[in-house]
């Protein structure tokens, strides 16, 4: 074990803040997050309707869903540009940048106005199934800028106002994203948007395979306890989450079964018990030790582990632990196993709508995810295996700590 923690902190750890602080990683999982309030909406609409099925009155807030998830793809091609350009330090072009994100979205989903002169586009093109098409433009459409960033139509003499010499020399940048544009989806008649998925599907049916599920779940919480914040894998299981909840809202819609497992909504109901590494029975636990120390850890983390917040007693005594830092991996791997198999042997609801108030507590979270209670009957089955794991470790761990307490009580005596 002490040479796993020093394989992580002198190779793992600066290889990894190296990537997280690349401003292309950062950008994308900055995106991600600002997406989150958008998606919040949508599942505030998500318990309203709720009230509907007993109240048929109550008036149908579907339409807001259209215009908060629905638009999420437009969002991610617009900010992604948009904040590279920041990162790199090359701003000067950022409000152009997102505009044709987006520009370059909809032609990459074949948007375009049809003889009746109306902009006709399939609307599930622009929602969380065009995720990866987005970030694909987005990106795109950073590189390009970024590339004419550093060139100018105008000697550094000028005299023109700056704001007129960014205009003009934006058009270059501009002219050559929509002449890609032209040539790919007009002239060429391609369906980029079918391409990218068809290209990232191979990434999305391994997240969506029981090994993609488990082993996200896992290193998750490996990298948690090593100090590391989950949040930088943040571009890989969002984008591949909100395209699932997407395809499982459109399957149920059509009168078939959600299949897609691996969803956001999936981690906040059933692998996210407390946060990650699924502490909130640790935190129960923890008021039940004998020693001073870990009985005050617990009173300070339960009520912020209710609300799944678990910073407090991740950094307050897992981090670096090696007693503790063990069931802190084995818990979410099997958690994650038998909620993937329960959910697809149908003994579970799939969710199949966005939901993402993470800080309600389990398992009133895990009814609104998606509204089966048998989904609450699994959770509480998955809580009573997780304090199973935590009790020897902790346990051991009490033991010291309260020898160690003793032992320094007799020295003051």
């Not at 008036?59 to 904040?83: C, E, K, N, R």
């Amino acid at each position: 074990m002490k040479k796993i923690i020093e394989w992580m902190n002198e190779v793992v750890a600066p290889k990894t803040k190296k990537l997280t602080e690349n401003p292309w990683v950062t950008a994308v999982q900055e995106t991600m997050v600002s997406t989150m309030p958008v998606m919040v909406i949508s599942s505030f609409i998500t318990i309203l309707s709720i009230v509907k099925d007993f109240v048929p009155s109550f008036p149908d807030l579907s339409y807001l869903s259209q215009f908060t998830m629905g638009l999420s793809a437009l969002m991610v091609a617009y900010l992604i540009p948009t904040i590279v350009l920041e990162k790199t330090e090359l701003p000067k072009y950022r409000r152009q940048a997102g505009f044709m994100g987006v520009s370059l979205l909809l032609a990459m989903s074949q948007a375009g106005v049809n003889e009746k002169g109306q902009f006709v586009i399939d609307a599930q093109r622009i929602g969380a199934s065009g995720m990866f098409v987005a970030i694909v433009a987005g990106l795109f459409v950073a590189f390009i800028m970024k590339l004419f960033s550093s060139r100018s139509m105008f000697s550094k003499n000028t005299r023109m106002p700056s704001f007129l010499v960014d205009s003009f020399d934006s058009m270059a940048p501009i002219l050559l994203t929509a002449l890609t544009a032209y040539f790919l989806c007009y002239l060429l008649k391609l369906d980029l948007y079918a391409i990218v998925n068809l290209l990232i599907s191979p990434l999305v049916n391994i997240a969506q395979s029981l090994f993609g599920f488990v082993f996200i779940c896992f290193l998750m919480a490996f990298f948690y306890s090593f100090g590391m914040s989950p949040w930088f894998l943040t571009p890989v299981y969002y984008t591949v989450g909100m395209d699932a909840i997407a395809k499982n809202a459109a399957a149920v819609a059509a009168g078939e079964k959600a299949t897609l497992i691996l969803s956001n909504e999936t981690f906040g109901g059933w692998i996210w018990l407390g946060g990650t590494g699924c502490t909130l029975t640790l935190c129960v636990l923890l008021l039940l030790c004998r020693s001073e120390k870990l009985k005050g850890l617990g009173k300070t983390c339960i009520v912020p582990a209710i609300f799944n917040i678990n910073e407090p007693v991740v950094y307050g005594t897992i981090v670096f632990n090696p007693l503790l830092m063990i069931p802190m991996w084995i818990n979410p791997t099997l958690v994650a196993i038998i909620t993937y198999l329960t959910m697809r042997a149908g003994l579970v609801d799939v969710p199949s709508s966005s939901f993402l108030l993470w800080y309600i507590p389990i398992p009133i979270l895990t009814y609104l995810t998606n509204h089966d209670f048998r989904g609450v009957i699994l959770v509480l089955i998955l809580l009573a295996l997780t304090a199973a794991v935590w009790y020897p470790f902790l346990a051991a761990y009490d033991r010291q700590c309260l020898a160690e307490e003793k032992k320094n009580a007799g020295r003051q005596d």
